[in-house]
């Protein structure tokens, strides 16, 4: 079960999924349930593995592909980018903090575990993109760090 916290057009909704199969989803919108049917079937991987690895070497091929990025460099700063879709359960910094590499900066729920969010560089967290509850997608920017 999975509830989230929506505006759309300036209503407040209390949304809450129930169950997914397959392409349809039971939920609960302010109090009233619906039955919702996706275009394609929902693929729910069965397990999860986080594994904290040591920054790749350069590629050496010119034809090797790239791998993604967690964050990247911009004129402004460093983005740090949701690594999965999931909600910001908690935000352990706030603008103009001064992090390390490696510092805890969130946390976000995805498929019911705990995953945190690490500093991708040392700096100041120039600017917070997301709050408490709200869903993110996978690349979403989360936090600037200058």
């Known amino acids: 079960m999975k509830e989230y916290k929506l505006k759309i057009n300036g ?28 275009e394609k079937p929902i693929v729910k991987p069965t397990a999860i593995k986080v594994v904290k690895t040591a920054p790749a070497a350069p590629a050496v091929s010119a034809a090797a ?20 879709p999931g909600v910001i359960l908690e935000i352990n910094v706030k603008e103009g903090d001064t992090v390390k ?21 040392d700096g100041v967290i120039k600017s917070i993109k997301v709050n408490k509850g709200d869903s993110v997608m996978e690349g979403t920017p989360l936090a600037i760090i200058g």
């Open 65 to 84: 592909p790239k791998p993604a990025a967690a964050s990247a460099p911009t004129a402004g700063g460093t983005t740090v980018s949701s690594p999965l």
């Open 101 to 121: 590499n490696g510092e805890k900066i969130m946390v976000l729920e995805a498929m019911k575990m705990e995953n945190v969010i690490e500093a991708t560089a």
């Open 11 to 38: 209503n407040d909704y209390n949304v809450v999924i129930n169950d997914v199969q397959e392409s349809v989803a039971s939920v609960e919108v302010n109090g009233s349930n619906y039955k919702v049917e996706f």
